[in-house]
């Protein structure tokens, strides 16, 4: 009964406000933006006195509330009603068909003295709808990328082109970039950020690959060792595909030979960057001809040549060469490489091969004008600053030992040949409580050896001691004894000269023994 009579009641209202409604001529108009599954409210407030009754109405003009009423089945929508005249309409969990425009009535007996118009915007995260596939190109081809995205405000797509050891590159390009009269340099990732203030971002990316012809350098175009010495030739390869690499001797391919050559190859900055390396063990005078690195693809062929010639100099000297050793993991440990004479015209080379692997990372070359690590070092070395330090007369020191700097050290010196040890690397002893314990070279057995010599010195001095009081005590016995015997013998003696003589001169006997013992 009584739900009947409210629904009448509220028709009732209804039937008046729409009456009323009619005659409204003002509007407040605001903007509320929110983002889906927030809460909006939308504010409403009354300066007319009076008897007043408020209705909200959404975009399709359907009435939401009658004063603190609602009158939909939706129970998102609810009326704050903290002060008198604040009417708000609230919409908990807002979706984006909420969006529209929302109409506050204020209505006095039949006229509608206010309307206020409030906007309700639903702000929706981008998002990316549409972009390029990944693709190829070759070099001087040309193509274009396409990112849309949507979202609301409407968001805005940038690109952003990132590159292995480079900093990422703002395009200053939105929606589409494209690349005309590709190069090599124009390869990388490619990616579209879409904002529009709304969190979060979109991010999507498209990979792009340059195709181009073999680019090779010889950093040195001639190089000079002595006989029965080894030598190093690097050779830097670009390449996209990588295709086929080899090196020649006076037009002659040469392979791995055991004992005679060996060619290794270290994959540099990127996938299309290589060190391409021959080493000639042993030279023979056979051995100082002209090399040639050789590199070949589907779009060419590519060549560089260097001359390797005989080299003497009497001025070098090797005052100590590496040795093999054990190091702890943190500690710093030197390898001995020390020469003397070293010109402008010499070359040093320390090398790093590690267990197991045929190929080499370089450390140090004297020829690198920067020093430690050379212009042309691999991404493999290019910490090597941080991590070596050539001290003294060439001697490679290496710092905060890991179990990854195990491995064969070599230090190539022109004129003199190849010296090398290995470096063995242990665990650190975490028991062990200073830094001098973990470097002492003092073994247990030698421990154990100088105790037990320092306990029999003691034994033997002790025992030293002991027969040297038994001695003078058996002294003492025997001077005793005489002297009774000559009392006896020749009393008048003493008696004569002083009753107590005996007494004394028995008091003097033991005087000098006990002066004898001290």
């Known amino acids: 009964m009584w739900s009947t009579y409210k629904g009448w009641l509220c028709l009732t209202k209804l039937a008046f406000v729409f009456a009323a409604v009619k005659f409204c001529d003002s509007a407040v108009m605001s903007v509320v ?56 309409l609230q919409i908990s969990g807002v979706r984006t068909s909420d969006s529209g425009n929302y109409t506050c009535c204020f209505v006095v007996t039949t006229d509608c003295r206010t309307i206020a118009v409030v906007s309700l915007v639903i702000q929706i995260p981008p998002s990316v709808v549409r972009i390029s596939n990944d ?19 409407e968001p805005t797509a940038k690109w952003f082109l990132h590159r292995p050891n480079a900093d990422s590159r703002d ?36 990979q792009v690959t340059v195709t181009f012809k073999p680019q090779v350098t010889i950093p040195y175009r001639e190089v000079r060792q002595q006989l029965n010495s080894d030598t190093l030739l690097e050779c830097h390869v670009r390449s996209n595909p990588a295709g086929e690499r080899h090196w020649e001797k006076n037009g002659r391919r040469l392979d791995n030979e055991p004992g005679r050559y060996r060619i290794s190859s270290l994959r540099g900055s990127d996938d299309t960057e290589t060190l391409y390396a021959l080493i000639v063990y042993n030279l023979r005078p056979d051995d100082f001809a002209r090399y040639t690195c050789v590199a070949r693809n589907q779009f060419g062929t590519a060549t560089e040549s260097a001359l390797l ?6 001025t070098l000297r090797m005052l100590s060469s590496p040795r093999d ?58 910490a090597a600053k941080r991590k070596y330090a050539i001290v003294g007369q060439y001697s490679l020191e290496v710092k905060s030992v890991a179990m990854d700097d195990a491995g064969v050290y070599h230090c190539l010196v022109s004129g003199l040949g190849n010296f090398s040890a290995n470096l063995a690397v242990v665990h650190r002893d975490p028991s062990i409580g200073s830094e001098c314990a973990a470097q002492t070279n003092v073994t247990p057995t030698f421990v154990t050896i100088a105790v037990v010599v320092s306990l029999l010195a003691v034994f033997v001095v002790v025992f030293i001691v002991v027969v040297m009081i038994i001695v003078r005590y058996y002294r003492k016995q025997l001077a005793r004894s005489r002297h009774e015997h000559s009392a006896v013998t020749k009393p008048e003696r003493y008696s004569s000269l002083d009753p107590i003589a005996p007494s004394r001169g028995s008091n003097a006997v033991y005087a000098a023994h006990i002066l004898d013992s001290l």
């Open 33 to 88: 933006l929110v983002s889906v599954g927030q809460t909006a409210t939308l504010s409403c407030h009354n300066t007319i006195q009076g008897n007043v009754q408020v209705v909200w109405k959404d975009k399709d003009l359907t009435t939401l509330t009658l004063d603190d009423e609602v009158l939909v089945e939706d129970r998102r929508f609810s009326i704050q009603h903290k002060y008198q005249n604040d009417w708000d």
């Open 135 to 153: 693709v190829t190109i070759p070099t001087g081809g040309s193509t274009t990328l396409v990112c849309n995205a949507i979202g609301v405000p």
């Open 171 to 206: 395009l200053n390009a939105t929606g589409e970039f494209s690349i005309v009269s590709a190069k090599p340099s124009d390869a990388g990732r490619y990616e579209c950020i879409a904002s529009n203030g709304v969190l979060p971002n979109a991010y999507r990316s498209v």
């Open 309 to 314: 010639s005989s080299w003497h100099n009497g």
């Open 325 to 382: 050793a054990v190091a702890q993991t943190g500690q710093s440990i030197v390898i001995d490489c020390a020469v003397d004479g070293m010109r402008k015209d010499d070359r040093l080379v320390w090398l790093h091969q590690k267990p197991g692997s045929e190929s080499y990372i370089k450390i140090f070359d004297t020829r690198d004008v920067a020093g430690l690590p050379s212009a042309n070092a691999t991404a493999a070395a290019a």
